[in-house]
């Protein structure tokens, strides 16, 4: 079955470019030409992924994303103009998987999008759940559960978070993490990692004296696990 691609993007020859690339790849394209559309149109279509401009008529690209992971998980890339680390930030804190600025070649397009949904698949055989001290990380059902209470987190945050916690006490720089969790063709740089922690930590941080999640300073970061009878200090 062809995966649906919601394509959000007011430039009409742009949109018309990503269609044509897209469906010779065996996608199936659907497209929205502002941000009011956009919404409707993913509420429809339930797309396996969308590509969403920032610059939008009726609603700009944050709210469509925030319209988005209301409800969904669906992984998204934002398309923008703005090449600015604070931009690119924006995308990642409110839950955007992956971003590309204007003007962008068509393969890494390509390579993006193909990138971000082998990234979202789970096999359905395989059981992801980890348990520790009032904090449960199930990347089977995509939940966070921190002192009993489910947390609303982004699939890229907990994918993250879990990587980490698989391997306690086990140190990562930020390069391994980038290749490891987003991918070795994920094109961006290690600022996304310092995103993504500080995300964590403002869900997770002094939750439990059992766990913690660590800078190491030089290196990168880990998920520390108190010895028996110990604590994290």
């Known amino acids: 079955m062809a995966r649906k691609?919601?394509?959000?993007?007011?430039d009409r020859n742009i949109s018309d470019l990503i269609r044509m690339y897209l469906e010779k790849e065996g996608f199936e394209v659907t497209t929205a030409f502002d941000g009011g559309t956009a919404v409707e149109k993913f509420r429809e279509i339930q797309p396996d992924i969308v590509l969403l401009d920032i610059m939008l008529p009726v609603m700009d690209g944050w709210g469509v994303l925030k319209k988005i992971r209301e409800t969904a998980k669906t992984p998204v890339i934002m398309l923008t103009a703005k090449g600015?680390?604070?931009?690119?930030?924006?995308?990642?804190?409110?839950?955007?998987?992956?971003?590309?600025?204007?003007p962008f070649e068509m393969k890494e397009l390509i390579a993006r999008i193909?990138?971000?949904?082998?990234?979202?698949?789970?096999?359905?055989?395989t059981r992801k759940r980890l348990?520790?001290?009032k904090l449960i990380i199930d990347l089977d059902s995509y939940e966070l559960t921190v002192d009993g209470k489910k947390v609303d987190t982004p699939p890229k945050e907990l994918e993250l978070l879990y990587h980490l916690a698989a391997t306690p006490n086990r140190v990562y720089t930020r390069n391994q993490l980038l290749d490891e969790v987003w991918g070795f063709d994920y094109f961006g740089d290690s600022r996304t990692v310092d995103v993504h922690i500080k995300r964590l930590r403002e869900k997770i941080e002094n939750i439990s004296d059992q766990w913690a999640l660590k800078t190491v300073w030089g290196v990168g970061y880990k998920f520390e696990v108190a010895s028996p009878g110990g604590k994290v200090s």
């Not at 691609?5 to 007011?10: G, H, Q, R, S």
């Not at 082998?118 to 359905?124: G, K, Q, S």
């Open 114 to 125: 193909n990138a971000v949904l082998r990234r979202t698949e789970i096999p359905d055989d």
């Open 84 to 102: 600015e680390v604070s931009d690119r930030i924006s995308g990642l804190e409110m839950g955007a998987d992956d971003y590309i600025v204007k």
């Open 131 to 133: 348990v520790f001290d």
């Open 5 to 10: 691609v919601l394509a959000v993007e007011d």
